[in-house]
């Protein structure tokens, strides 16, 4: 069954410093997301992605973040200046988007440590 | 802005028994969704059920089933004859009816634990 990778596992980085979180979503699904989840708090949604341009987005996905589809298969995060409070799991998920009950496929998640 | 809670941290339950996991929810709108995944330790959370707001029956799939109460806004989940490989996290979802753009809300997750 098709499932959505994510890239890496598990990254550190130094505060300030620019990371990209990378996501393969599903081939044929035309909607993208990413949410958060800091340690013992809520999985928070970020961002969704269609037709190459953000369709929604949160109140947390301020201008230090950004999306991209870079080529046909990847989607990608980026934080442009890591900060302590950015440490968190990120999870990366498609649909097909064809109605709000569209079930949601998730990664495995990005565990990012900013130090 | 809609809420999502869940009062259970962990729950604990034996094998081959009932549990039931409790949501609720605060939202302004009258049609939406709503949705239980299940987290198993280190794997991407994957879909259980899920529940239209519009739809007076409450779903079932297989042993998972819910008890939707619209006024209460209330979402219960209830696993029937636990098994082990029913052991995870469980979060209860909100997403508002409309096209694929937005996202969940989520609950805070109730831990799941099923006793040999």
């Known amino acids: 069954e098709p499932e959505v990778t994510q890239t890496p596992s598990h990254q550190v980085t130094q505060m300030g410093q620019e990371v990209i979180l990378r996501c393969v979503p599903i081939?044929?699904?035309?909607?993208f997301y990413w949410y958060r989840q800091i340690l013992g708090q809520k999985v928070e949604f970020l961002v969704s992605?269609?037709?190459?341009?953000?369709?929604?987005k949160s109140e947390i996905f301020d201008d230090q973040f950004s999306v991209e589809r870079p080529d046909g298969s990847n989607f990608t995060l980026k934080i442009r200046s890591t900060k302590l409070e950015d440490s968190a799991m990120y999870f990366c998920?498609?649909?097909?988007?064809?109605?709000?009950?569209?079930?949601?496929?998730f990664g495995p998640g990005t565990r990012l440590t900013v130090l | 802005a809609q809420t999502v809670t869940q009062s259970q941290p962990e729950m604990s339950v034996q094998e081959a028994e009932t549990v039931t996991l409790s949501c609720t929810y605060d939202?302004?709108?009258?049609?939406?969704?709503l949705f239980w995944y299940k987290q198993p330790p280190s794997r991407q959370m994957i879909l259980v059920i899920r529940?239209?707001?519009?739809?007076?029956q409450n779903a079932t799939e297989n042993r998972f089933s819910v008890n939707f109460q619209k006024a209460a806004k209330s979402f219960s989940l209830k696993i029937s004859d636990s098994q082990l490989g029913d052991a995870a996290m469980y979060f209860c979802?909100?997403?508002?009816?409309?096209?694929?753009?937005?996202?969940?809300?989520f609950g805070k997750g109730t831990h799941l634990i099923i006793q040999p």
């Open positions: 081939s044929n699904h035309l909607y």
């Open positions: 992605f269609y037709n190459n341009e953000i369709s929604e």
């Open positions: 939202t302004s709108e009258s049609d939406y969704y």
């Open positions: 979802a909100y997403r508002n009816r409309g096209g694929g753009a937005d996202g969940l809300t």
């Open positions: 529940q239209e707001a519009y739809k007076q």
């Open positions: 998920a498609s649909a097909t988007g064809y109605s709000g009950a569209d079930t949601q496929y």
